[in-house]
């Protein structure tokens, strides 16, 4: 079993940053792959970005490409989304999720790990 909590969300201005966070526990997430989810209000969750735990390669969705970055933290058992150039359609609820099963990074259904979430809200 693995426990995900996430932290820093909050508010903030289009155009603006931040940075999400995912501690992980009770398990080792070597051989995991660790992402990131978003639902807005009405709409379904979707993918936002991915990272394998060992070998760091990265997924990301079009929408967020080149704007945000998800990095992992061995010491910390932590990962970080960063968001750069924040754009009020980025408002939703963020999930981090784990995969334990080594599956295709961007479908909802690979994952068997799931946080709380946390609220990001952009305004114009």
């Known amino acids: 079993q693995v426990q995900l909590v996430e932290s820093g969300g909050g508010s903030v201005q289009a155009g603006g940053s931040l940075r999400l966070a995912c501690a992980a526990s009770?398990?080792?997430?070597?051989?995991?792959?660790m992402g990131w989810f978003r639902q807005a209000a009405g709409k379904e969750r979707e993918f936002v970005a991915a990272?394998?735990?060992?070998?760091?390669?990265?997924y990301y969705d079009d929408s967020v490409k080149g704007r945000f970055a998800i990095s992992r933290d061995f010491a910390r058992n932590t990962v970080y989304l960063q968001m750069n150039s924040l754009k009020p359609e980025d408002t939703a609820v963020y999930y981090c999720?784990?995969?334990?099963?080594?599956?295709?990074?961007?479908?909802?259904?690979?994952?068997?790990?799931w946080g709380q979430g946390t609220q990001v809200t952009v305004s114009s």
């Open positions: 999720a784990a995969d334990r099963r080594m599956g295709v990074p961007r479908m909802i259904t690979s994952y068997d790990y």
């Open positions: 009770g398990r080792t997430l070597s051989s995991y792959t």
């Open positions: 990272i394998r735990w060992s070998g760091g390669s990265t």
